[in-house]
DNA sequence: CGCCCCGTTGAAATGAGTCAAGCCTTGTGG
DNA sequence: CCACAAGGCTTGACTCATTTCAACGGGGCG
């Protein structure tokens, strides 16, 4: 299956050129198409995973359970992001994987990748800028358990997904498909459920959302962007290398 | 100034060779040395930067402001860590870094790391593998903020800081230096000073650590573990490529 | 010597979790 | 096609963990 509007590649291709060849090297490595239905786990904490699924289609979350039966989401995995990050590059994965809708993705090994990183650095180089991307998300996950007010953090996670969303084209302007339950979303943001309902209540009323089962629309993003203190995040370009020159 | 003994080679030659060519080619895009005192900001936030910092020695923080005065600490840095990720992958800084100890590290410029990449592929393999690592300690910190107890939080702090330390050979079995004022702990772990404060005499009552000024120990290990869940992380080597074949 | 930062303690206020119940929707199997 | 089950949403009352505010003491540094 061709790669062409992958949502990867959409991504990528703000940050290397990916010309004929360099697509085709893409597609080359790449082992399989997936599907897997929604509440279907794709990596099981503390199992073994060498493969990186880039997501086509579709919305998976990574989860951490603890002994006390809490779970904290870490992240939410939209189309174009990689399943198998950072979860391939340790020997066993510290965290658990599941599809919250039907998903579609493909396919590669980590040793593949790899290979294909020494044959044409720029996509070793990619990950890595892939990987600073993900640390600022995480980041501003991190400010926002830490020390944002509820109604903030909520704000700021949709945010946050919006912007996503547009990066590889799934989103319109002022709306979105959001299918996590208020269990996946106070369990993202650090709250119980009963209360999040209450903050999204509160969201509700001041106008900032309006969501009706899956659809969540943001009529005033710079209101939401003032409470939550957002700042879109900006990937600086891959510096030229001699790939260029090469023409490759 | 050679980087033999550089506690980032250090932590790198787990991952790669890091014989007497790949070294030289290290050492000879460093474009000086440099020193921070205490308390001095090494990077402001929105400001642009493009260099990575190797620290050799010191600890720093990054942090976030927000408008009602609060700190979030993202992550501390120590001995090995490179300052400029992920910030010198963006336009402009998405969060500030200050030295909490005299610090001394070697500066080389983004490009020429970059093109040291393009030479030398495992070099770009290498910062994606520490990427993942960063990302790893990234979710510890989101599961400790959004589900894990204030005690909970606390004793895994101290595990993922001594743990490494002794990665970089920068911190005995049992205790290490911890430089961090209560204010700094009570940033990083989303709590108010005056909790922080009970909460640290909860563990010293319960014999889980031992401090005095700025010295760390910890005389039950196990314990802590068992109490904060604490998991070490393993990084898995980087597949083999043509690299090593051709002997470079 | 004095100042400032840091650690420590106490008391009061409050935000958020827990528990519990009811309702609505969706999907499923008879 | 209907009935039931299960999951998700919403609400209320209660509890308590954590923050806030305030004050004091010690120690290092200028």
Not at 99 to 109: D, F, H
């Given at each position: 299956m061709p790669l062409t509007g992958h949502p990867f590649v959409t991504k990528i291709s703000r940050l290397m050129d990916m010309n004929a060849g360099n697509l085709d090297s893409?597609?080359?490595?790449?082992?399989?198409?997936?599907?897997?239905?929604?509440?279907?786990?794709?990596?099981?904490?503390?199992?073994?995973h060498r493969d990186l699924c880039f997501v086509r289609s579709g919305y998976a979350i990574r989860?951490?359970?603890?002994r006390n039966g809490k779970r904290q989401i870490l992240n939410v995995?939209?189309?174009?992001?990689v399943i198998g990050f950072p979860v391939s590059f340790f020997d066993r994965a510290t965290y658990a994987v599941v599809?919250?809708?039907?998903?579609?993705?493909?396919?590669?090994?980590l040793s593949s990748y790899v290979r294909l990183c020494y044959e044409r650095p720029q996509f070793g180089l990619?990950?890595?800028?892939?990987?600073?991307?993900?640390?600022?998300?995480?980041?501003?996950?991190?400010?926002n358990l830490g020390r944002r007010t509820p109604i903030e953090r909520l704000a700021h996670f949709l945010l946050e997904i919006h912007d996503r969303l547009l990066e590889v084209g799934?989103?319109?302007?002022?709306?979105?498909?959001?299918?996590?339950s208020q269990g996946i979303l106070a369990d993202v943001l650090g709250l119980s459920v009963p209360h999040l309902n209450r903050v999204m209540q509160e969201l509700r009323a001041e106008r900032l959302i309006v969501s009706t089962s899956r659809?969540?629309?943001?009529?005033?993003?710079?209101?939401?962007?003032r409470l939550a203190q957002y700042q879109p995040v900006d990937l600086a370009l891959i510096p030229a290398g001699p790939t260029a020159q090469r023409g490759l």
């Open positions: 893409l597609e080359a490595i790449m082992e399989r198409e997936g599907t897997a239905a929604k509440r279907h786990d794709l990596i099981v904490h503390g199992a073994e989860y951490r359970l603890l995995i939209l189309p174009g992001d599809a919250v809708s039907n998903l579609s993705y493909s396919v590669c090994p990619v990950l890595t800028w892939l990987a600073a991307r993900e640390a600022a998300i995480c980041a501003e996950h991190i400010v799934c989103a319109e302007q002022t709306r979105f498909d959001l299918p996590f659809l969540m629309e943001l009529p005033d993003i710079a209101g939401l962007r």
